[in-house]
């Protein structure tokens, strides 16, 4: 996974460069250039066919694009640069890359033929940008996206909000952008994605020595972290799931569940659900086992059984449904097992605002953004224009995991600081989304896979038990406890969020985006955990 950046933190972390360990800004320009260059050199290698032009701002991403001109043309590239700012407003680095330039001979132009170059070079404006681009440089970025060449933005695609991903009038709208230490946050947000393609992250010296940044964009890699079956396990090793879903004619959602949580990795899986669904769930999942008795002395044993607790697919909104959920909420007040929160679970929060007072810690909740506006009493507008802090802010008053589903999905849970052990907020982005998702079923899928990925934590081997005299007959396995397993489950929630994203794109190759199902998001999910094994 890569760390996640804001513009401020990237400020800071750029000047704690310089004032702790002395690196000049003018040094850090020219490594930055440098990426940029190599990329060019390694990917457009017949220097002769390329024609090459680079727009260059007056603040230091212009700096950047005017070092890059001037490796490209000592390179041996046709190139000229384009000024886009003014010489009398470049900044102190800027102008010493432009007197560099000049006496090399780089050619600088003043205008810009749109049909004459192969590449153009976009280093306008950079991360810090915030106010709308209008006039001159409107017109510059929109001939620039105009042009049939392969476009390249230097840090960030000119115009683009670095924090928040919004197009600020108009964007150049990149092939590749190439960014430096971290990704910046922007990047990670639509519609911004769609300007930005291709994304490298590239190390100039930049880093994060005091560990401030606790935010990170997922990558599919991060699969190869949820831990593996240990061979002498058995089916009670990975995980015991206790899913309350289902009302009368909605044995689909429940199934989904269940069969996720199974693909995902649970070894057992339990539906308390509606007498009605008893029939339909044993036919197509004999696999899993049904309950559907709502005594008080059941839902004792069954909480008792388990080691997660998935509530809300397809329950239904009834009087019983409620009193189902209130059951198992009080029950967990005191022994705090891992719960999920999904679909009506959620509406269900939102009706009893008392019952979000007593969530806790070891709860996660899983709302689209319409979910999300009912349970916190915000505009759906509000929400999608402070999307991360909207996540962050319900996971911090509520002291629980919030994963806010949408084309980005945020993960907002808790920590450990390395330095001194305490809890901190620590967010996870997934991008690795794609239009097949969106169609029903897709989060009760979702909220199973999480809970089966738990499962693989819950179980995760540590060791013989030191108390047991092992004669090589039988392995003693000793199981996370609960407090372990707490802190992991922020991070166990953002693998489960990858995980059924991966496998949406698996389905993507096999059915396509329209016509994909959530059954074949399941599919998906068993081709890349095979895939995971096998490596």
């Known amino acids: 996974m890569k760390k996640i950046v804001t513009c401020e933190q990237m ?33 457009y290698r017949n220097r002769s066919k390329e024609k090459i032009l ?20 000592l390179a041996g590239y046709q190139v000229s640069c384009f000024l886009a700012g003014t010489i009398e407003k470049m900044t102190e680095q800027t102008m010493i890359q432009y007197r560099c330039a000049s006496e090399y001979g780089v050619p600088f132009v003043d205008h810009m033929e749109s049909k004459a170059y192969t590449i153009v070079i976009d280093a306008v404006f950079g991360v810090g940008l915030s106010r709308c681009i209008s006039g001159k440089y409107h017109s510059i970025l929109k001939e620039m996206n105009e042009m049939s060449a392969l476009k390249i933005a230097v840090d960030i695609p000119s115009g683009i909000n670095g924090d928040t991903g919004e197009i600020m009038g108009i964007a150049f709208k990149a092939d590749y952008t190439i960014t430096f230490a971290f990704q910046k946050q922007g ?159 959620l509406n269900l929060l939102a009706m009893k605002p008392d019952w979000q007072k007593e969530l806790h810690k070891n709860v996660i909740v899983t709302p689209h953004v319409g979910e999300m506006a009912k349970l916190t009493g915000k505009s759906i507008p509000e ?42 907020n620590v967010i996870y982005l997934n991008t690795e989304t794609n239009p097949g998702l969106a169609t029903a079923g897709s989060g009760d899928v979702l909220s199973g896979t999480i809970a089966g990925v738990i499962g693989c934590f819950l179980s995760e081997y540590h060791g013989l038990d030191e108390k047991s005299d092992y004669d090589g007959s ?62």
């Open 11 to 43: 400020k800071y972390l750029d000047q704690q460069t310089f004032d702790r360990f002395h690196l000049p800004s003018i040094v850090l320009m020219e490594r930055a250039s440098l990426r940029v260059f190599e990329f060019v050199k390694d990917k």
């Open 54 to 73: 680079v727009v260059c701002g007056s603040g230091n991403n212009g700096g950047d694009g005017i070092a890059v001109a001037r490796l490209l043309y």
């Open 187 to 345: 990047l990670c947000m639509y519609p911004a994605k769609m300007y930005a393609g291709e994304i490298i992250v590239s190390d100039i010296g930049i880093y994060d020595c005091e560990d401030r940044i606790h935010k990170y964009q997922l990558e599919s890699t991060d699969l190869a972290n949820i831990p593996k079956r240990m061979e002498f396990g058995n089916k009670g090793t990975f995980g015991k799931i206790l899913i309350l879903a289902g009302s009368e004619g909605m044995s689909g959602a429940a199934y989904l569940c269940a069969l996720a949580a199974f693909h995902a990795g649970a070894g057992m899986v339990l539906v308390h659900t509606a007498e009605s669904n008893r029939i339909i769930l044993q036919t197509l999942l004999p696999e899993a086992m049904i309950s559907c008795d709502f005594s008080e002395n059941e839902y004792r044993r069954l909480y008792n059984w388990c080691d997660c607790i998935v509530i809300g697919p397809g329950l239904g909104m009834k009087q019983a449904a409620q009193d189902h959920m209130d059951s198992y909420l009080t029950l967990n007040k005191n022994e705090q097992k891992p719960m999920i929160i999904d679909a009506d679970g």
């Open 383 to 424: 929400i999608k224009n402070s999307f991360i802090q909207s996540a962050a802010d319900y996971s911090v008053k509520h002291h629980l995991t919030c994963v806010l589903k949408d084309a980005v999905t945020v993960i907002s849970g808790r920590t450990i600081n390395k330095q001194d052990e305490s809890e901190q």
């Open 474 to 535: 039988e392995y003693k396995i000793q199981r996370r406890s609960m407090e372990e397993l707490n802190h992991l489950l922020t991070k166990a929630a953002a693998y489960g969020v990858l995980l059924h994203s991966v496998g949406g794109k698996a389905a993507v190759q096999k059915c396509g985006q329209r016509s994909m199902k959530a059954r074949d998001i399941l599919e998906g999910i068993c081709e890349c955990l095979k895939n995971e094994e096998m490596k």
